[in-house]
């Protein structure tokens, strides 16, 4: 693959230390320029409070982090962004004006008519609204979007099940990592010892985005996937990885069995594409009883973090339904691996690079 040269918009946060981990040696992209907001005119190493436990790379802590301006990523063939929803929302439209091909985890834009919404193992084919995106922005670069941290384990199992057994009806409830607040997130006062029954404008946002990257992207809009949700969001005191237990009701009658078959044999696109951050299992389905588990099975699969684990497959209510447990990495597989994964596979189809 032809090498890229990427520009990290909030790299010193949660997710934007994610991507430079995951970046440090990867194959074709190679991150040339670190933006950041308060942290600007800082060496990386001292501005970036490092939250994992593998050392921070050693060339990413000499170099300087830079304003955030198009100016400052002259050259680079992309932009990550991990900028806060209202930074974003000002900020990633004068990127891609300038001709930068953007991929945003804010929230700001992904309900954009014309913004794909990608999760690559899903819904790669929503990538085509990028060409109306360009005419009626009259941008030269474009912006793509990747889910809500919650969003995205959550329709990588939907998928399967939704094109294997017409599923109709899916009742969700989140236990939602503190690191899913970004840093310094949740005041340890309000989380230790506790639950926190409520996230703001989190339930929504699951809801809309969901039917959004399952629904079908034709005549350049997409038409959202004709599901009924009830979704209760909560946050735990875990460090990282999101758990949500599923109650899923089908038109017809399906097994704990068939379901299991459906979600191990999942595969898209990065992984016939052979995507360097791609996991070979996009989903590992347990079967111990007390599995998935935040602390022992977050890094899961043959790249850390990137495969959703799912346990617990068992009856529902009757014949037509099923319920399950899952877990995946919030800022990795909900947050930077998915967005380099995207940008794999559009340079894969010929969307970066000049
Ligand atoms: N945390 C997750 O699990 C997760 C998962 C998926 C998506 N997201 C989304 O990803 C984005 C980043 O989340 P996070 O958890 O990494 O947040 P975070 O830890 O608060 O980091 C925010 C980053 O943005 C920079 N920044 C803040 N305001 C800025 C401004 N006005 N101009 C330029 N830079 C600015 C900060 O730089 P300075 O420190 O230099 O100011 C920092 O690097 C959010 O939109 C979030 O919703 C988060």
Known sequence: MKQLTAGLLGST?????????????????????????????????????????????????RMKVRSTS??????????????????????????????????????????DEHVPL???????????????????????GSIVATPNCTVTGLTMVMKPLLGRFKLRKVVVTSMQAISGAGFPGVPSLLITDNVIPYIKNEEEKVADESRKILGVAA????????????????????????????????????TPAAATKALTRFRGAPQELHLPTAPEHPIIVRTEHDRPQPRLDRFA???????????????????????LTLLSHNTIRGGAGTAILTAELMAAQGRLGR
């Open 13 to 61: 946060g949660a997710v934007g230390q994610r991507y430079v981990a995951m970046l440090d040696d990867h194959p074709f992209i190679r991150l040339e320029t670190l933006m950041g907001g308060e942290s600007a005119g800082k060496m990386y190493g001292e501005a970036a409070r490092w939250l994992s436990p593998t050392e921070i790379p050693r060339a990413a802590a």
């Open 70 to 111: 198009p100016e400052n990523a002259k050259g680079c063939d992309l932009v990550f962004s991990a900028l806060p929803s209202e930074a974003a929302e000002r900020v990633e439209p004068r990127f891609a004006k300038a001709g930068f091909n953007v991929i945003t985890e804010a929230s700001a834009r992904r309900m």
């Open 118 to 140: 990608i999760i690559p193992e899903v819904n790669p084919s929503h990538l085509s609204l990028l060409d109306v995106q360009r005419k009626r922005t009259g941008w030269r």
């Open 219 to 254: 005549g350049g809009s997409v038409s959202p996937a004709n599901l009924e949700l009830a979704i209760s969001c909560n946050r735990v005191p875990v460090v990282d990885g999101h758990l949500e237990t599923l109650y899923a009701e089908f038109s017809g009658a399906v």
């Open 301 to 323: 699969g043959s790249v850390p973090g990137m495969s959703v684990v799912v346990g617990r497959v068992r009856n529902g209510i009757g014949r037509n339904s099923i319920q």
